[in-house]
């Protein structure tokens, strides 16, 4: 791999960072490695569901963001270390373990041993303390690979969120995510808090590979993720609406097709162009 920038958010607001990204993959031709951490927060993959995802009660207090990639659902909050390697690439575009491998070389030299399983996460033992999704931008040649690292996440807070309180008669085709238990990093090998356990990451990967420069960036001063939050990712259009169709069968046993958010097909045809929102709401 060429040498990367490595990036530091000063935000921990989930809309930036993750606008954040798409800026840095579309409107910069450097090799990248940014690392963030948000307040709580639940991030779905692009071709999900998040009626079968998610926990969408009206007292939740966290938010809710589709990112650019595919994979599953995954929990930010403070105790979470996202990081994400943003570079050219000609070739070879779909190589997970290329990205994967230095964070488990760092965590190697940080005294936990580690492993990475056949779907690309980061295992200390049984317990799943990394999740991995890319994106390609085939016509820029550039690739975002990102993934998370759980050092000292609420877990209880992470296992609720990532379920919906009512499970509702949903088929689709969208990506399900693959479930695993989960640990914090901090509960096999304690280094502070979590800000420090990212600086002792950063040290470590220096040594592992060709790290040009460390510098903070605050998306919060760049019109372009201003930009991309007003313009998609507080959205429900993104958010909600760009759900693969589906099918939904109400709780008196009425069928619905959904599609971009509305219904498409339904008996009643006085319900056809509604949201869905609003069919859950009165059913």
Same mark, same amino acid.
């Given at each position: 791999?060429?040498?990367? =920038?490595?990036?530091?958010?000063?935000?921990?607001?989930?809309? #930036?960072?993750?606008?954040?990204? #798409? %800026?840095?993959?579309?409107?910069?031709?450097?090799?990248?490695?940014?690392?963030?951490?948000? +307040?709580?927060?639940?991030?779905? @993959?692009?071709?999900?569901?998040?009626?079968?995802?998610?926990?969408?009660?009206?007292?939740?207090?966290?938010?809710?963001?589709?990112?650019?990639?595919? @994979? @599953?659902?995954?929990?930010? !909050?403070?105790?979470?270390?996202?990081?994400?390697?943003?570079?050219?690439?000609?070739? =070879? %575009?779909?190589?997970?373990?290329?990205?994967?491998?230095?964070?488990?070389?760092?965590?190697?030299?940080?005294?936990?041993?580690?492993?990475?399983?056949?779907?690309?996460?980061?295992?200390? @033992?049984?317990?799943?303390?990394?999740?991995?999704?890319?994106?390609?931008?085939?016509?820029?040649?550039?690739?975002?690979?990102?993934?998370?690292?759980?050092? !000292?996440?609420?877990?209880?807070?992470?296992?609720?969120?990532?379920?919906? +309180?009512?499970?509702?008669?949903?088929?689709?085709?969208?990506?399900?995510? +693959?479930?695993?238990?989960?640990?914090?990093?901090?509960?096999?090998?304690?280094?502070?808090? &979590?800000?420090?356990?990212?600086?002792?990451?950063?040290?470590?990967?220096? &040594?592992?590979?060709?790290?040009?420069?460390?510098?903070?960036?605050?998306?919060?001063?760049?019109? #372009?993720?201003?930009?991309?939050?007003? =313009?998609?990712?507080?959205?429900?259009?993104?958010?909600?609406?760009?759900?693969?169709? %589906?099918?939904? &069968?109400?709780?008196?046993? #009425?069928?619905?097709?959904?599609?971009?958010?509305?219904?498409?097909?339904?008996?009643?045809?006085?319900?056809?162009?509604?949201?869905?929102?609003?069919?859950?709401?009165?059913?």
């Amino acid at each position: 791999m060429k040498p990367f =920038d490595i990036y530091i958010s000063s935000s921990q607001n989930v809309y #930036e960072n993750i606008a954040l990204e #798409e %800026f840095l993959l579309t409107n910069t031709k450097k090799d990248i490695l940014l690392f963030y951490i948000n +307040k709580d927060a639940v991030v779905i @993959g692009k071709h999900q569901n998040p009626w079968i995802e998610v926990d969408l009660s009206p007292t939740r207090n966290f938010k809710i963001i589709r990112r650019l990639s595919g @994979g @599953g659902t995954v929990f930010h !909050d403070l105790g979470n270390i996202n990081f994400s390697f943003i570079r050219n690439k000609e070739t =070879d %575009f779909v190589n997970f373990k290329e990205h994967i491998v230095p964070i488990s070389q760092s965590l190697e030299q940080l005294h936990i041993p580690n492993s990475i399983s056949e779907r690309n996460d980061l295992f200390v @033992g049984e317990y799943k303390v990394s999740g991995n999704a890319e994106h390609v931008n085939s016509s820029l040649k550039r690739l975002l690979h990102h993934g998370t690292l759980l050092y !000292d996440s609420n877990l209880l807070k992470l296992n609720g969120s990532i379920k919906p +309180k009512e499970k509702l008669k949903i088929k689709t085709h969208a990506v399900s995510s +693959k479930r695993s238990p989960v640990s914090n990093l901090r509960d096999f090998y304690d280094w502070g808090n &979590t800000e420090t356990f990212l600086q002792l990451i950063i040290q470590k990967l220096k &040594t592992i590979i060709d790290i040009k420069s460390v510098q903070e960036i605050d998306p919060s001063n760049i019109k #372009e993720v201003k930009n991309l939050i007003k =313009d998609k990712y507080i959205l429900d259009d993104w958010n909600f609406n760009h759900t693969p169709q %589906f099918s939904y &069968t109400g709780k008196s046993g #009425e069928k619905y097709k959904i599609r971009k958010g509305k219904v498409i097909e339904s008996k009643d045809s006085e319900k056809i162009g509604q949201p869905f929102k609003s069919i859950l709401k009165h059913d």
